[in-house]
């Protein structure tokens, strides 16, 4: 599975964009890219995820560069809530389940 | 319909002692993976379990093992603990039609 870097942390103002990058420069052509964010004390939670095409939810948009070597995950309108640690994770689809994450990036949302 | 619980919440050991952590799986869900989170790094794979067989593992001595049941729920046993398997212990479910781990909350394991 590809690896990838994270910045370890970033701030951002409530109500702005969060834009958190994710390099994974080593990544095959049917690896996909994942996120999810923990927040203190609990479980990870699935945000989104996509193979090279960008994606939208209710949660978050995904945008992938073309040569798929690094991917942005935007929030929109950051929130308190958001703030989190949020893991980038690419595997195989059906295989990304036995990665391990790494450290993730810290999210600080300050009022 | 029930999200995935994780039994107990906190746990203290002492080393050389054995511990089981229970997983319920999402309603429909057919694979659980086991993920151990040591204090500031992310969660690292352990194994998985598809329909009661193990599906994959990782880099985790033999003293780690697991059992999948009939109803999808699931045990993680540790044998013979050492303080660095203090951690938190961390169960998702997921189905085969999709992607997405849903993950409880977790087990705090503290061995002294």
């Known amino acids: 599975d590809a690896k990838t870097t994270q910045p370890p942390s970033m701030d951002c103002a409530e109500g702005r964009a969060a834009n958190l990058p994710c390099n994974h420069s080593t990544i095959s052509g049917n690896e996909y890219v994942y996120w999810y964010r923990q927040i203190h004390s609990q479980g990870p939670q699935y945000i989104i995820h996509?193979?090279?095409n960008n994606e939208t939810n209710e949660m978050a948009s995904l945008i992938i560069t073309e040569d798929r070597k690094s991917s942005t995950l935007i929030l929109p309108h950051a929130t308190l809530r958001d703030t989190a640690v949020y893991y980038c994770?690419?595997?195989?689809?059906?295989?990304?389940?036995?990665?391990?994450f790494g450290i993730g990036t810290k999210l600080q949302v300050i009022p | 319909e029930t999200g995935v619980t994780q039994s107990p919440t906190h746990l203290i050991k002492t080393r050389g002692q054995q511990v089981t952590l229970r997983c319920s799986s999402q309603?429909?869900?057919?694979?659980v993976s086991w993920y151990q989170q040591a204090l500031g790094q992310g969660p690292q794979f352990i194994f998985q379990y598809y329909r009661e067989e193990e599906n994959g593992r990782g880099n985790f001595p033999p003293r780690f093992s697991g059992l999948q049941f009939p109803n999808y729920s699931s045990e993680l046993n540790v044998n013979a603990l050492e303080l660095d398997d203090s951690a938190l212990y961390l169960c998702a479910s997921s189905s085969g039609t999709d992607e997405k781990l849903f993950f409880g909350s977790g087990t705090q394991l503290s061995v002294l």
């Open positions: 994770i690419v595997s195989f689809n059906g295989g990304y389940q036995k990665v391990t």
């Open positions: 309603s429909g869900h057919n694979t």
């Open positions: 996509g193979l090279k």
